[in-house]
């Protein structure tokens, strides 16, 4: 198979999934040997929203395949604050790199960008639709930790407007995997996902409480509010830390409950949490580079 570009998770087949997988898997095992691999390789990063760990992670897994970045750098200091459109701004950073890193804070953005440009484009979140290559990371830190088969996923929190959830749980559908959603009625899943969700098979399991599934789960993904992606704040506030954990709500999990979550937190995990072996969400985070060196590799080396 060949992605040009990487837009959303609903272009991923098993397949694929297991292929860049396994790709950073060889790349935990020997990072040394992928060390030079895209020597002289530009990747350009155009973020028009916040980032930490998304753009230090690219940034990270470029470096160390022996190639660099150019940063567009804040919306501020760049030529979109005198009025410039996505589609000059990706048409010109295109001539300067082999490959662009897009985030963008409208749905559907990376999906026009990539219109405009013949080198490869993946997706690095799109408002509130997808963030397919965090899915990738938080497949592998399933694999590595829980197995990718006869798993059963809670996903809890802000399920209508994290984009992280939008692509894991499509993604997930390519596997062996029951999913439970977890989250007050004003942030069930979208419709849209719903719909891709019943086209693959997958049954939609959603609860507003986590206590009464909570022993079934094998992984429980957490999630933060969006709280920029509300239309009003009174919103926001209604159902701001209504989702928190702490050891005391975990209880009744298994013991080998692996807890993620794709960060930042703000208050939706106690930092109690981490100290117990529950806890992946910084492995996770790290997991980011040796999963972008192997996307980047593929796409990079023109066969992916
Ligand atoms: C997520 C995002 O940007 O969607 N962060 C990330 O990429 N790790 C999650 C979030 O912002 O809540």
New binding site residues.
Partial sequence: MRHDHLLTANQLTREDIEHVLDRAAEVDANPASFGQRHAGKLLGLCFF?P?T??KMSFEAAMKRLGGDVVDMGSVDSSSVKKGESLADTVRVVEGYADALVL?HPLMGAAKMASEFVDVPLVN??DGAGH?PT?TMLDLYTIRENAGLDDLTVGIMGDLKY???VHSLATALTNFDASQHFISPDSLKLPRSVRYDLHEAGATVREHTELDPILPQLDVLYV??I?RERFPDEDEYQRVAGEYQIDTDTLADAKEDLTVMH???RVDEIAPEIDDTDHARYFEQ?HNGVPVRMALLDLLLEGDS
């Fill in positions: 929203e980032s760990r998304t985030r690095a979140g963030h965090q994290g984009r992280t999630t933060r969006q794709p960060l930042p985070a």
